[in-house]
């Protein structure tokens, strides 16, 4: 039998498995590198909605508040999107015959609500909570980005639990005065000093935590 198994077929055994497993490893990899990308975190990306909503118009020019049309964001969990009520409002005098709106007034009539493709989506294991956010002093704009200047949503944040995490590591720089939470130009001062200052105030007067415990987010 010793002469079926050359002593070289050990060596040509041996480098195929590590060829074998290098191949593996490299798709892993390159797996792993591709779900780091812009790309496969659905950055930038832009999802077709049912009504061609445009932030660009509610918010600039007219600026209606974030609050009125996400009206559950400083109340509970999720910021909620508005009914088709609360778009006919205004739209039952402006713009009402308009067919880009035409889905909207459908809805209305046929009391079928407008259904809305998510943009932004937690993984089911994780506990997230819109009030607490704004309550303790940070922005729409620090996690959503410019959506005054977006005619679609996209996500500008991975929203992956290492993107969490380095907020919730040193929050202070990412806090802002309670009645600029909705803006979208907002800057800290431009002055290192002052706006570190202004950072630890806030920390103090929103009495400001470090969370990083699993159960923080995973309950
Ligand atoms: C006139 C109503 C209205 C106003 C004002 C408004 N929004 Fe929206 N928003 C919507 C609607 C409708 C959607 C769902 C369609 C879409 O994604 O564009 C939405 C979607 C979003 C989403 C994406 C939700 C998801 O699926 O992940 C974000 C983020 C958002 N809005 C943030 C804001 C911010 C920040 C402001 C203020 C600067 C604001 N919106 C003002 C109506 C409004
Ligand atoms: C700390 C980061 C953060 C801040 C600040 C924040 N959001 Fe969000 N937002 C998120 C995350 C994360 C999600 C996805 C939540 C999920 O899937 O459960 C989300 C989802 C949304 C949605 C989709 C519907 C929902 O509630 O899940 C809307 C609309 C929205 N945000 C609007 C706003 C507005 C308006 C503000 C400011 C008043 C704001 N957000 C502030 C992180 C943030
Ligand atoms: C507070 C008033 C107000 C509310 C509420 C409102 N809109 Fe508007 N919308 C406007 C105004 C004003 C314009 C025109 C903006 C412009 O041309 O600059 C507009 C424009 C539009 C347009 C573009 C129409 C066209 O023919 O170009 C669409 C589509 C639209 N809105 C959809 C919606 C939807 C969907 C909702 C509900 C989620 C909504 N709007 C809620 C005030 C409002
Ligand atoms: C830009 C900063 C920032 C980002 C990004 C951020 N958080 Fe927070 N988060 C905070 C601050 C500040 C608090 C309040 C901490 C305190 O004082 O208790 C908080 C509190 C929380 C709480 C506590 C709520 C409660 O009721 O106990 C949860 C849960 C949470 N964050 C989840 C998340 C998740 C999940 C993400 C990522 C998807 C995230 N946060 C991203 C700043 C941030
Ligand atoms: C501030 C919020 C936050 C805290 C604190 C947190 N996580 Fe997460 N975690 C997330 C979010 C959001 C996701 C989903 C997105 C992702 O997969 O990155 C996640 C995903 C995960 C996953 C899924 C694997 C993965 O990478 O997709 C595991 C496992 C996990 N967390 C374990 C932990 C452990 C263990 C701790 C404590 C050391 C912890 N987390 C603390 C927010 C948090």
Not at 12 to 28: M, Q
């Amino acid at each position: 039998m010793s002469a079926l198994f050359k002593p070289s077929a050990n060596f040509i055994a041996r480098f195929s498995l590590v060829a074998v497993a290098s191949v593996l490893g490299g798709g892993l990899l390159g797996l792993w590198g591709y779900f780091r990308t812009p790309y496969a975190q659905g950055l930038q990306e832009e999802i077709v909605q049912p009504v061609l909503f445009d932030h660009r118009h509610h918010v600039v020019d007219d600026l209606i508040d974030c609050r009125y049309c996400h009206f559950n964001v400083e109340r509970g969990a999720s910021a909620g999107v508005p009914s088709t009520e609360m778009c006919l409002n205004c739209h039952s005098q402006i713009w009402n015959k308009s067919p880009k709106l035409e889905p909207v007034r459908r809805s209305y009539f046929t009391g079928a609500p407008i259904e809305w493709n998510r943009v932004h989506q937690l993984p089911d294991f994780t506990y997230f909570n819109h009030s607490i956010h704004v309550g303790k002093g940070i922005g729409c704009a620090t996690c959503h980005g410019r959506v005054d200047e977006m005619a679609a949503i996209t996500k500008v944040a991975s929203l992956q639990m290492s993107w969490c995490l380095a907020c919730h590591r040193n929050p202070a720089p990412n806090l802002r005065p309670k009645d600029q939470i909705t803006s979208m130009t907002w800057q800290p001062p431009a002055d290192p000093a002052a706006a570190q200052l202004l950072a630890s105030d806030l920390m103090k007067s929103y009495d400001v935590n470090s969370r990083v415990s699993c159960t923080t987010c995973h309950r």
